[in-house]
């Protein structure tokens, strides 16, 4: 479980490999949060973010939808190249970011 911004992720796919933590904070930004999944793709050793919606989300236009998310990796991603998808699971409870607040202070 990845958590961001007091969100709850969870890793679908590791293509190759693709997750690295480190690189996904350095690279995150809160905008990525009203998408319900977030792909990271790897290209010139640079990782790439892009959030996609759930298929039947009305926010979302064709392009936008998790459904077309081959289609996107066939367009605009090096072939072959290392990715994931993470899926948003809900906010954290309020107690485990406590507890994890807590941890980061000491």
Known sequence: MIIL???????ITNYSEGFNEEA???RYSDVLLKYDY?????????L???????????????ETKIGTLQDYLFEYCN??????????MGRVPQVLQT???SSVEK
């Not at 911004?5 to 890793?11: L, S, T, Y």
């Not at 977030?38 to 640079?46: A, E, P, S, T, V």
């Not at 072939?79 to 948003?88: I, P």
């Open 38 to 46: 977030i792909l990271g793709d790897w290209g010139y050793g640079q």
């Open 24 to 26: 996904l904070l350095a």
């Open 48 to 62: 790439r973010l892009k959030g996609f919606f759930d298929d039947r989300n009305q926010k979302a236009t064709y």
């Open 79 to 88: 072939f072959g190249c290392a990715y994931f998808v993470l899926e948003k």
């Open 99 to 101: 507890t994890q607040d």
């Open 5 to 11: 911004d007091g969100w709850q992720f969870k890793i």
